[in-house]
């Protein structure tokens, strides 16, 4: 396999789609390790709730007055900030307008920001903060900052451009483990049944044939109440449920290969079975299992959005490109459909880029050319 790469590479440049395909899906790791530093919303799961502001338009401006928050937030290292993201050190509180006051002859401590603050279209409060009581040193110059929502904000005020760069992460996380577990139970017992046959194989694939009558669905959501509720037990569900692909493809492939002249050689020299196996026959069967696997992320990457739709898979306030269409899919019909638009696409756009990939690799593995 390592002689064929270079000619493997060379095929799969020449197919544009997959081109394409291996850009969205750079693009999309670049994102999901940077999320927390490119996200207009840095706090941890981009959860920065302000519920004056829910439900905008995307474009959306507004003026925030930055006022302390009562407890002190500690600072975090780059590593932390770029796993985790970082607490806000401050309250964001909408604002229409705002004017300094100063107490004549009462010292500077009575000096106060007195603002209309923004409760809801047309409806506005007039609220004083004293200066000390403000981010940035006290000066109102730095309290007030205006924050425009590129995709508008959900029912709750957070910003969906946020919560989306970072549900990127959830992802590729669960389309990862899903193929690395599929992988790994697939082509063990897919090897196994091909090499050795017989009543190992009859064993192997009377369990693959129990496996695959069960509707995937069905099985994920039996898995997933064994298991609960959570970020890891949902990868570990889809997981446990899309390796009879890579099985009945390394079995099929395996039961070829083992008849070939470059593995009676290899008994004949004595080596041992898993030697065979691992060494000589798997490294020529792996060209149609990684095209399964490409089709196995993008199938993990729906399968998991329709588990956070439901409120099996990914809970809150981690965001999630299905949760997020749950919570908003509501203003589909009504003023702001963007809401629940946006994750769609997005779970639109890294499917297609995993299936172009995927059909790519099998052009380029496609020996018959």
């Given at each position: 396999?390592?002689?064929?790469?270079p000619?493997i590479?060379r095929?799969?440049?020449?197919?544009?789609g997959a081109?394409?395909?291996i850009?969205l899906?750079?693009?999309?790791v670049?994102?999901a390790v940077?999320a927390y530093?490119?996200a207009?919303?840095?706090s941890p799961?981009?959860n920065r709730?302000i519920v004056?502001?829910?439900?905008r338009?995307p474009g959306?401006?507004?003026?925030?007055?930055?006022v302390?928050?009562?407890?002190q937030?500690?600072?975090?290292s780059f590593?932390?900030?770029?796993?985790?993201?970082r607490e806000?050190?401050?309250?964001f509180v909408p604002?229409?307008?705002?004017?300094k006051?100063?107490?004549a002859?009462?010292?500077?401590?009575?000096?106060?920001l007195?603002?209309?603050?923004?409760?809801?279209e047309g409806?506005?409060?007039?609220?004083?903060?004293p200066?000390t009581?403000?981010?940035?040193d006290?000066?109102?110059a730095?309290?007030?900052?205006q924050?425009?929502?590129?995709?508008?904000?959900?029912k709750?005020?957070?910003d969906?451009?946020?919560?989306l760069l970072?549900?990127?992460r959830?992802?590729l996380?669960?389309?990862?483990?899903?193929?690395?577990i599929?992988?790994s139970?697939?082509v063990l017992?897919?090897?196994?049944a091909?090499?050795?046959?017989?009543?190992?194989d009859?064993?192997?694939?009377w369990f693959?044939?129990?496996i695959?009558?069960?509707?995937t669905l069905?099985l994920?959501?039996?898995i997933?109440?064994m298991?609960?509720?959570?970020?890891?037990?949902v990868?570990?569900a889809?997981?446990?449920?899309?390796w009879?692909?890579v099985?009945?493809?390394v079995?099929?492939?395996?039961?070829?290969?083992?008849?070939k002249?470059?593995?009676?050689?290899?008994r004949?020299?004595?080596f041992?079975?898993?030697?065979i196996?691992?060494r000589?026959?798997?490294?020529?069967?792996m060209?149609?299992?990684?095209?399964v696997a490409?089709?196995?992320f993008?199938?993990?990457?729906?399968?998991?959005?329709?588990l956070s739709?439901?409120g099996i898979?990914?809970q809150?306030p981690?965001p999630s490109?299905?949760?997020?269409?749950k919570?908003?899919?509501?203003f589909?019909?009504?003023?702001?459909p963007?809401?629940?638009?946006?994750?769609?696409?997005a779970i639109m756009?890294?499917?297609l880029a995993f299936?172009l990939?995927?059909?790519?690799l099998?052009?380029?593995l496609?020996?018959?050319?």
């Amino acid at each position: 396999m390592n002689k064929q790469s270079p000619v493997i590479w060379r095929r799969l440049k020449k197919n544009k789609g997959a081109i394409f395909g291996i850009c969205l899906i750079g693009l999309a790791v670049f994102i999901a390790v940077t999320a927390y530093l490119i996200a207009p919303d840095p706090s941890p799961d981009a959860n920065r709730m302000i519920v004056e502001i829910g439900g905008r338009k995307p474009g959306f401006t507004q003026l925030f007055l930055c006022v302390k928050k009562e407890k002190q937030v500690l600072p975090v290292s780059f590593l932390q900030r770029l796993v985790g993201g970082r607490e806000d050190s401050c309250i964001f509180v909408p604002v229409n307008s705002y004017e300094k006051k100063t107490a004549a002859g009462q010292g500077m401590d009575r000096d106060s920001l007195v603002v209309d603050q923004f409760i809801d279209e047309g409806v506005e409060a007039r609220t004083a903060f004293p200066l000390t009581a403000l981010c940035g040193d006290g000066d109102p110059a730095k309290a007030i900052v205006q924050r425009t929502f590129r995709l508008g904000t959900d029912k709750y005020g957070r910003d969906i451009l946020s919560r989306l760069l970072i549900g990127v992460r959830v992802s590729l996380a669960v389309g990862l483990i899903t193929v690395l577990i599929s992988l790994s139970i697939g082509v063990l017992l897919g090897a196994l049944a091909g090499y050795f046959g017989g009543k190992t194989d009859n064993i192997i694939m009377w369990f693959i044939n129990v496996i695959w009558s069960i509707p995937t669905l069905l099985l994920v959501f039996a898995i997933t109440l064994m298991l609960g509720k959570g970020f890891w037990q949902v990868f570990i569900a889809i997981g446990l449920t899309m390796w009879v692909n890579v099985a009945r493809i390394v079995r099929g492939q395996i039961l070829t290969l083992r008849e070939k002249e470059y593995v009676e050689a290899a008994r004949a020299l004595g080596f041992g079975d898993i030697r065979i196996i691992v060494r000589h026959i798997l490294p020529n069967a792996m060209g149609p299992v990684w095209v399964v696997a490409a089709s196995n992320f993008a199938s993990a990457i729906v399968i998991e959005a329709g588990l956070s739709f439901l409120g099996i898979g990914v809970q809150p306030p981690q965001p999630s490109w299905g949760l997020m269409i749950k919570e908003n899919y509501n203003f589909i019909i009504t003023h702001n459909p963007m809401l629940a638009l946006a994750p769609g696409l997005a779970i639109m756009l890294l499917v297609l880029a995993f299936n172009l990939l995927g059909n790519g690799l099998r052009d380029a593995l496609d020996v018959r050319d």
